[in-house]
């Protein structure tokens, strides 16, 4: 574990505060020396020592910094944890959960994964002995048999997952894990901590990139893994020090700003998706429209049961080749195409083409993600702005 820092306390709000007073100001209290609102930029990398071993309860920047300790209590008060740890991506929290792993050891994960947790998985670990299987956890017979009692030891759940928005049940898979000795975590990017609490429904740890909603304005990029289990924080600790893949001040700053306001942006993500998926739904150009919140949804019942809320997250097919979509995703003028997400512009991509251009085509084909898919990460401009220009970019796609 970490040194123990006594600036800002880990315990300073109960969860019995409400999630917006916990967004605010767990993590942050007004710095004692000054009396500053807001967490000080702490932009050192070390720290003076009163004698050989004799700090203040920080030594050297890779091992602790204030303003980082400040994120990691908020992110661990927001998903109801003991243990925050931020990394300097959702990759490289990633990374180091994996690096907790030994040759030979197994892992299980929703098959239509983000395209950059699959590169990691195949193209780091998998040639350094780690064994992947991919199934489709919301079929409980498949996942229960890619599981391998005494050899698997963690179930990777990405849900919603990315791009086709599958909703897995947490609890199901929690319990499914344990029953092999598997730990269970759960990519919860795209839900937040606002709408889904995975260690609630039985998860051991759950992990974010804080780049996307947690930020919240495409300005700074982080991840982070949260648990209440001692152990695997004690070791998620021991790696990100010796690792040393961790956020710098700025960026943790950044990140906390952001939270502040995620309550208040969720519910506007949220409103602009369901009123975007139900307005694709009935578009003669549209094959599908994939999004939780809609009842033709697959996974509506487990959506409505296991979240707060149904995100900012949508993805439609177009009834297109490749060309016609490139041409439809080129041709928005209030939303932006770029990979990426959650942030308060609208960001629009293909898939197939950008964020999973990494995954092979007929691993791709074989998921469902298709040349025409179209993933949109709805944003908080006007919502009759928004189908506007998607009516427009319809218009503008259909000409050769």
């Not at 710098?248 to 939270?259: E, S, V």
């Not at 083409?353 to 898919?373: C, F, K, N, Y």
Request: glycine share 8%.
């Amino acid at each position: 574990m970490s040194t123990v820092k006594p600036w800002p306390p880990r315990d300073d709000l109960c969860e019995g505060n409400g999630f917006g007073t916990r967004a605010i100001h767990a993590g942050q209290p007004a710095e004692p020396v000054t009396g500053a609102v807001m967490v000080p930029i702490y932009q050192t990398s070390t720290f003076v020592q009163e004698g050989v071993g004799g700090h203040k309860g920080y030594e050297y920047a890779r091992t602790g910094n204030p303003t980082r300790t400040a994120l990691e209590t908020c992110l661990a008060s927001l998903e109801g944890a003991r243990h925050g740890v931020c990394f300097s991506s959702g990759c490289a929290a990633t990374s180091t959960v994996l690096h907790s792993l030994s040759p030979g050891d197994h892992v299980v994960s929703s098959d239509d994964v983000y395209g950059g947790t699959w590169r990691i998985f195949e193209t780091v670990f998998r040639p350094l002995g780690i064994e992947f299987t991919y199934v489709d956890l919301c079929d409980l017979d498949a996942a229960q048999a890619a599981l391998r009692p005494g050899q698997t030891r963690l179930l990777w759940i990405e849900t919603p997952t990315n791009p086709l928005l599958k909703v897995i049940d947490i609890a199901q898979m929690a319990e499914l894990a344990h029953s092999v000795g598997a730990r269970a975590l759960v990519d919860n990017t795209f839900a937040t901590p606002y709408f889904q609490s995975p260690l609630a429904l039985g998860a051991d740890a759950v992990l974010h990139s804080t780049t996307k909603y947690l930020g919240g304005h495409s300005d700074v990029v982080g991840g982070a893994v949260i648990t209440n289990e001692d152990e695997f924080a004690a070791e998620m600790f021991r790696l990100q020090n010796s690792i040393g893949a961790t956020p710098g001040p700025q960026d943790c700053f950044l990140t906390l700003r952001g939270i502040k306001t995620l309550h208040v942006r969720m519910d506007r993500h949220q409103r602009s998706a369901m009123a975007l998926a139900r307005f694709l739904s009935e578009h003669e150009d549209v094959e599908r429209v994939i999004y939780p919140g809609l009842e033709s949804h697959p996974q509506h019942e487990v959506a409505a049961r296991q979240m707060h809320g149904f995100g900012g997250m949508l993805s439609f097919e177009l009834r297109a080749d490749l060309a016609r979509a490139e041409r439809f995703v080129s041709s928005t003028q209030v939303m932006t195409l770029a990979e990426s997400l959650g942030g308060v512009e609208s960001l629009i991509e293909l898939p197939a083409a950008m964020t999973h251009a990494s995954v092979p085509p007929d691993v791709r084909q074989a998921i469902g993600i298709a040349d025409g898919l179209v993933r949109l990460s709805v944003g908080l401009e006007d919502e009759q702005d928004l189908r506007e220009d998607l009516e427009q970019a319809f218009a503008r796609s259909r000409q050769p």
